[in-house]
């Protein structure tokens, strides 16, 4: 394996200071004035930040064009990549042509299903699975297609630093602290999770891991994002896959005068708590259309930018 250390995230995470990425979504239109303001508000402040691919299934601008942008405007990206839209030939392409742009971080997606997007009646792909995709690149960086010959690259080797995703709060660990083994055998330098409100819960995941005799520790950025209103915070515990929001901080918004500062301050307590814990790595800070609240919330959480 021949992980880059050409980005500011792989370096963050190799020094091991307290890592912090962020999410920016690409417009859904070809307009970049918006998608670059938000930009530069990120790039000082985050280590890197995700540049989604189709989120919720909706037709977007794609992460290679906007994470050249986004990077263009100080923000060093982390493509993602989902396996439902483009077969294993175009992921590759896309892949040689991101590192030539300067983009060498990436995150394997499954993606949204999608019925739930704005085109439902499109066919997926899903030629390759997460763990196949992150193999592909692995294979890639050591100058290899992955192909059945295994061909040989005959000029430069894309440099790429290799995310997945892990699920600390999955019901069965053990399930889980497999797959994540699966994919460090594959390739993956880092993982990220989705948004997390219970740090105990965590707690425990690390716990488990210390337990499964991995060859090294995974580098865990772990999901945290402020609740701009109650009724987000509901739509979370009720709509979004993987995410559990206690009663407790749905009581705690629910009596808020002022709910997003409120949102805001479970999210610094849960990023301080993280912070204390040993293996957690960063955390990934989702602040979806509240992108403005972001430099604030890492500020009074006493998080310093790395670079």
């Known amino acids: 394996m021949q992980e880059s250390d050409v980005t500011r995230l792989s370096r963050a995470l190799h020094t091991g200071a307290f890592a912090i990425t962020s999410e920016i979504g690409p417009p859904k239109h070809s307009g970049i004035s918006e998608f670059a303001e938000t930009a530069r508000l990120l790039a000082p402040i985050v280590d890197a930040a995700n540049v989604t ?18 990077l263009d405007n100080g923000l060093e990206p982390v493509m993602q990549i989902t396996v439902r839209d483009r077969n294993r030939l175009a992921i590759t392409s896309d892949l040689l042509g991101a590192s030539a742009l300067g983009l060498h971080n990436t995150l394997s997606m499954t993606g949204d299903p999608i019925h739930v997007g704005n085109h439902p009646t499109a066919t997926p792909v899903n030629d390759i699975d997460t763990l196949t995709l992150l193999r592909l690149q692995n294979e890639l960086r050591n100058g290899r297609f992955a192909n059945d010959t295994h061909e040989e690259m005959t000029g430069a080797f894309p440099e790429l630093c290799i995310g997945a995703t ?18 460090m055998d594959a390739g993956a330098d880092f993982f990220q999770s989705q948004l997390c409100y219970q740090p105990e819960r965590v707690a425990l995941f690390l716990e488990r891991l210390r337990a499964s005799n991995l060859d090294h520790w995974p580098r865990l950025l772990i999901g945290v994002g402020p609740f701009k209103h109650a009724r987000m915070a509901r739509h979370m515990r009720d709509n979004v896959w993987g995410v559990e929001v206690p009663d407790a901080l749905i009581a705690r918004m629910e009596s808020a005068t002022d709910e997003g500062e409120v949102g805001k301050r479970i999210c610094i307590e849960v990023i301080q708590e993280l912070r204390e814990m040993d293996g957690v790595a960063g955390c990934h800070v989702m602040a979806v259309a509240w992108e403005r609240s972001v430099p604030e919330i890492l500020s009074r959480a006493g998080i310093r930018p790395t670079a």
């Open 53 to 70: 691919d189709n989120q919720t299934a909706q037709s977007r601008m794609s992460p290679l064009a906007a994470g050249r942008i986004a």
């Open 166 to 183: 892990a699920n600390p709060m999955a019901p069965d660990l053990d399930v889980e602290i497999s797959k994540l083994r699966a994919k």
